[in-house]
């Protein structure tokens, strides 16, 4: 068996290039940016006042100032400024040339169209022309496309962006216990959940999930699946990765031509786990204990699609305290689902005590998969330990 590092570099040895399409900003987000996105506008495009108020000129301002006028957002001034005068503002509007300061209505006392300043404001209220962003300006390719810079490029008036395609993943989970959801199980029979749970999976990485009708234990019926997989860029198939005799992956995805890049992986749960290459898809595995087949998603299938998009394949570890003590591990390396609760300098993480492979209720509450190596000697309250968070 290989270790989990080894299998996630055979994995990404499996990724397929980036591929450039460009969109519209709207469908960028979680996508890495492939070509520079440049600005075509300054930000603001003029001096805009940061409060409602008065312009004025700092010179005049513990004057009675005349009002001459009001610049709204949308609405600016165009009168022609005189010493001695204020012009009513209000917040984004353009400070007229001639003032250089704006003081908050609350300060100001007006009378008619008279005011006196009452406090005067430490700054000058005025954020000058392009302290955001200038024409010009560049978003370096290899960025993520977060919340913050789709509303930064929609601001630079960059209406489309060149992102790297999102990855199809076709998911095919098999098994003759399985029916779909909203179906009455027979006896024997089971509501199949893991091709819906990995294909949130695939969704929170950024690939385009396609599930496959829900395969029967025969090689018909799986060679059906993987002929349907044509055209995605990987193939992950659920269940049918043991050593059991209706566990026929191993055999179908031979016959489809994969070269097994690994089978089994020294990693506790998913120990079966199963990647190649079929022609220019990959292929992965997954066990199909509910718990495995998630543990394996967050730790291979998650980063090959990242890699696929051009984002970095693995979000660093996280670190938390031990909150009760933990016995030494075996060869395998080991992800107990656990809790966080808040902590002095790091959160505290307890395992479950249970941690059987089926059980996704616990899988559920878990927030986070904490990492021990094999044979990790016995661990104590207050120890240090890596875990990787799960998402909520
Ligand atoms: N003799 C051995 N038996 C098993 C071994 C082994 O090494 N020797 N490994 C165990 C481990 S570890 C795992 S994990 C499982 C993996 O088995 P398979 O990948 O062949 O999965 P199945 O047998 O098809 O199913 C296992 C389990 O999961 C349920 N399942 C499957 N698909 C779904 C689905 N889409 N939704 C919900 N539940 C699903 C299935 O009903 C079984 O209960 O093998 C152990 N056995
Ligand atoms: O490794 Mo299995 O995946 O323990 O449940």
């Not at 990855?167 to 819906?196: F, M, Y």
């Not at 090689?219 to 059906?224: D, G, P, Q, T, V």
């Not at 489809?256 to 292929?283: E, I, N, T």
């Amino acid at each position: 068996m290989i270790t989990v590092e080894e299998a996630l570099a055979r994995v990404l040895a499996l990724a397929s290039a980036p591929r450039p399409e460009t969109v519209p900003l709207a469908e960028a987000q979680g996508r890495a940016l492939l070509q520079p996105a440049v600005s075509r506008l300054t930000q603001p495009p003029f001096d805009a006042s940061a409060m409602d108020g008065y312009a004025m000129r700092a010179a005049d301002l513990w004057d009675r100032l005349e009002v001459i006028g009001t610049s709204a957002a949308g609405h600016p001034w165009d009168g022609s400024p005189r010493p001695g005068t204020a012009i009513r503002i209000f917040t984004g509007a353009p400070v007229p040339a001639g003032y250089d300061h704006v003081e908050l209505q609350e300060n100001i006392d007006r009378d008619g169209d008279r005011i006196t300043v009452t406090t005067r404001s430490r700054g000058s209220n005025i954020r000058p022309r392009g302290n955001d962003f200038a024409e010009g300006d560049r978003m370096e390719p290899g960025c993520r496309l977060t919340a913050a810079r789709i509303g930064l490029l929609a601001a630079m008036n960059v209406a489309h962006v060149g992102v790297a395609r999102r990855p199809r993943v076709a998911i095919l989970a098999g098994g003759d216990e399985l029916v779909p959801p909203g179906t009455d199980p027979a006896p024997g029979q089971i509501v199949s959940s893991n091709d819906l749970a990995i294909a949130a999976l695939v969704r929170d990485a950024g690939g385009e999930p396609l599930i496959l009708p829900l395969a029967r234990d025969t090689e018909a019926s799986l060679r059906e699946g993987f002929a349907a997989a044509e055209g995605a860029e990987l193939l992950v198939t659920i269940g049918g990765a043991s050593v059991g005799d209706h566990d026929l992956i191993g055999r179908l995805s031979a016959e489809h031509g994969v070269d097994q890049a690994f089978y089994k992986v020294a990693l506790r749960p998913g120990k079966p786990l199963m990647a190649g290459r079929m022609g220019h898809a990959a292929m992965l595995g997954l066990p199909g204990n509910p718990v495995s087949a998630m543990t394996c998603g967050v730790l291979f299938m998650q980063p090959i699609i990242r890699a696929m998009l051009g984002l970095p394949p693995v979000p660093p570890l996280q670190h938390a305290r031990l909150t009760c003590d933990l016995p030494a591990e075996g060869p395998r390396q080991h992800y107990l689902r656990a809790c966080l609760t808040p902590g002095e300098d790091l959160p505290g993480i307890t395992p479950f005590s249970d941690q059987d492979s089926a059980r996704l209720a616990l899988m559920a509450r878990a927030d986070a998969l904490l990492v021990r190596p094999p044979l990790d000697p016995v661990r104590n309250v207050g120890d240090q330990v890596a875990f990787i968070p799960l998402s909520h």
